[in-house]
């Protein structure tokens, strides 16, 4: 597996760790801070990282457990950029009732001084 490729997909299984963990710095520590994205919760263009925290927070505070997994994830390195793409299922326990959401997302990671940042993530529910 290319290094860069190893990279990207040790962030995404970080990200899935920490929102389990409903660690939401540790997520937000992979993306740059003049981010832009679309998320699955909201219409409206998040163009900074107090906006990002707000759509986590969202997902964490509606059950008692909330739990994130991806699968089929796949990494394209292009030079200084790298897009993952992947398949997302966020599972909500509230009491005795369990909702799952199932959705597509991607990242764009752009490379740093400090490392690969996320620039750029789409997530759209399955319809």
């Not at 929102?19 to 163009?47: A, C, M, P, Q, Y």
């Not at 030079?79 to 509230?94: D, P, S």
């Not at 199932?102 to 997530?123: A, L, P, T």
């Given at each position: 597996?290319?290094?860069?490729?190893?990279?990207?997909?040790?962030?995404?299984?970080?990200?899935?760790?920490?929102?389990?963990?409903?660690?939401?710095?540790?997520?937000?520590?992979?993306?740059?801070?003049?981010?832009?994205?679309?998320?699955?919760?909201?219409?409206?263009?998040?163009?900074?990282?107090?906006?990002?925290?707000?759509?986590?927070?969202?997902?964490?505070?509606?059950?008692?457990k909330?739990?994130?997994?991806?699968?089929?994830?796949?990494?394209?390195?292009?030079?200084?950029?790298?897009?993952?793409?992947?398949?997302?299922?966020?599972?909500?326990?509230?009491?005795?009732?369990?909702?799952?959401?199932?959705?597509?997302?991607?990242?764009?990671?752009?490379?740093?001084?400090?490392g690969?940042?996320?620039?750029?993530?789409?997530?759209s529910?399955?319809?």
């Amino acid at each position: 597996m290319d290094i860069f490729v190893k990279a990207i997909s040790d962030i995404e299984k970080s990200i899935v760790k920490y929102f389990n963990e409903k660690n939401v710095n540790g997520i937000l520590s992979f993306f740059i801070k003049k981010f832009v994205g679309f998320s699955s919760t909201r219409h409206d263009r998040i163009t900074n990282l107090g906006q990002l925290r707000k759509t986590f927070l969202y997902y964490l505070k509606e059950g008692d457990k909330v739990t994130y997994s991806i699968n089929g994830l796949k990494v394209h390195i292009y030079g200084e950029l790298a897009l993952a793409t992947f398949y997302w299922k966020v599972t909500i326990r509230k009491g005795k009732k369990i909702k799952s959401v199932n959705g597509r997302g991607s990242h764009v990671f752009m490379m740093q001084d400090e490392g690969w940042k996320i620039v750029h993530e789409h997530y759209s529910k399955a319809h």
